[in-house]
């Protein structure tokens, strides 16, 4: 595979890159990830999410929501279904090409993708792992499969979608006659999709079941140029501006064995994890590919004519297409650190520096001690108030420090703590995670500052 790096590409730094491992282990013990089906021993490549990963998912999907969405004029959304018509996927290519080469090794018995293969194992017909000798390539296609009605002989064959972003070029034409829309502008959307992976793993990475997400830009033929670069430019700073190690993103261009036969270019945004550069966001030169084959299949011209010129064409499209799994990984992996002892924190600590914004609890309200009734009546009437604006815990089991610590663990990015000072004048602590500093406010003046620290509006 060609890989050629972009001139924007930054220098990568030293920082030390985390073991999959940990985050594997952080995710279970704390309830952000579970394996799918454990207790009957799991599914390869499903999982569940529990009661932190919900919140962080949420929390990622509404700022790309508001980002793509809400604050761009030019932009909508839709929420297509998983299931739709066979044909769709006949015209989009998934039944006829969407498919992985596989080969095997003889020795060892692990499987690899043929487009995975260092070039000098694929050359010598040897395993990366162990050496031994390669099968003959075989041909999977990924499309999951299924079926609409329940009589037999009556029921429709189809497929769990293999991409999201198909809905879009499905509903393009009814967002166009139902919204006020005109070329140049977008549609997004958030979704399922589903792939029988010939190789799932790497945790989240590689699913059989994952959540995408898609901008398809439509634009007249000769501004793609312009748009193409300017989502492109976009989404990169999207990326960089929720990471904290801006040096393990790059952009990556596709070489010309790897373009499709209508795009003039395309860019992965890659981030480093201790497995190397990673794809994390697709930006891709869609040109008419999409639209004219779905005409072509389905008879209905969906050509767009501008309402000024009355000039008549298939527009053509940008997309950037990423992910809620990945992004959920790459930024789990992005903000996890361990911390030795210090004069801040004598025990040392495992923190996740989080962005506020997407840490899935976003304040610990706690009483110094348990046995104080006062202290515990104040710090629930806090965390009550506090509950209406934000995902707010509380807690008073084990000692101060320690509590500290499992909010730290979690991504929490304040906690409140209510003293004995806070009966005599109503001021608080606040515990910020990184620094671990702490200033005293006035428990009315507290909502209005979390507010403006934890969202991003
Ligand atoms: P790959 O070459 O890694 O198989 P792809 O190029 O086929 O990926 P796309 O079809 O462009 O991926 O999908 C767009 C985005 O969807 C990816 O950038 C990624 O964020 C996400 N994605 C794709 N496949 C998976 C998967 N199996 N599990 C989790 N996320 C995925």
């Known amino acids: 595979m060609t890989q050629t790096e972009d001139k924007t590409t930054p220098s990568t730094g030293d920082t030390p890159l985390v073991p999959m491992e940990k985050i594997v ?12 089906s454990e207790i009957y021993g799991g599914v390869s490549g499903i999982y569940d999410f529990g009661p932190l990963g919900v919140e962080m998912r949420n929390n990622i999907r509404r700022y790309w929501w508001w980002s793509m969405v809400q604050i761009n004029d030019n932009v909508v959304g839709i929420e297509g279904n998983i299931i739709t018509h066979p044909r769709v996927w006949e ?31 694929l050359e010598q017909n040897k395993c990366p792992a162990c050496g031994g000798e390669l099968t003959e390539p075989r041909t999977f296609n990924l499309m999951m499969e299924t079926y609409i009605g329940v009589v037999e002989g009556e029921r429709m064959k189809t497929y769990l979608r293999g991409e999201a972003s198909q809905n879009i070029y499905l509903d393009y034409d009814n967002v166009l006659k139902s919204s006020r829309m005109q070329i140049p502008f977008g549609i997004c959307q958030i ?17 059989r079941e994952f959540e995408q ?80 084959r779905h005409s072509q299949f389905s008879g209905q011209d969906l050509s767009y004519t501008d309402p000024e010129t009355k000039e008549r064409y298939i527009p053509w499209i940008v997309e950037t297409s990423g992910g809620v799994d990945r992004t959920f990984l790459f930024l789990l992996l992005d903000a996890y650190e361990e911390e030795s002892p210090s004069d801040k924190d004598k025990e040392g600590r495992s923190v996740l520096r989080l962005h506020p914004w997407f840490a899935p609890v976003k304040v610990a309200v706690l009483p110094l001690q348990k046995n104080k009734e006062e202290l515990v009546t104040t710090a629930r009437d806090i965390h009550k108030r506090l509950q209406r604006l934000m ?25 409140v703590t209510v003293d ?28 209005a500052y979390l507010v403006e620290k934890v969202t991003w509006m």
């Not at 282990?25 to 799918?36: A, E």
């Not at 261009?253 to 209508?262: C, V």
């Not at 004048?425 to 003046?445: S, W």
């Open 391 to 415: 995902v707010s815990q509380y807690d008073d089991v084990a000692n101060i420090g320690r509590r500290y610590r499992r909010q730290d663990e979690i991504g929490t990015p304040f906690c």
């Open 25 to 36: 282990s952080l995710s279970k013990r704390r309830g952000f990830v579970y394996p799918n």
């Open 91 to 121: 015209a989009s290519g998934h039944v006829e090409n969407f498919v992985d080469r596989l080969v095997e090794c003889k020795n060892c018995k692990r499987r690899w993708r043929v487009d995975h293969l260092p070039e000098e194992n």
């Open 213 to 292: 997400w898609d901008l398809q830009f439509f634009v007249h033929p000769s501004e793609m140029q312009k748009w193409f670069d300017y989502w492109k430019a976009r989404r990169f700073e999207w990326y960089k501006g929720i990471i904290n190690h801006t040096d393990r993103l790059r952009f990556r261009a596709h070489g010309p064995d790897e373009l499709a036969h209508y795009a003039k270019q395309a860019f992965d945004i890659e981030y480093r994890t201790i497995l190397d550069w990673q794809e994390w966001e697709g930006i891709h030169w869609r040109q008419d590919w999409d639209l004219s």
């Open 191 to 207: 979704g399922k999709a589903f792939r029988n992976e010939v190789t799932p793993g790497n945790f989240l990475f590689r699913q």
């Open 420 to 447: 004995f000072q806070t009966l005599e004048d109503q001021t608080v602590t606040v515990r910020e995670r990184d620094g671990m500093t702490q200033i005293r406010l006035h428990m009315n003046e507290l909502p």
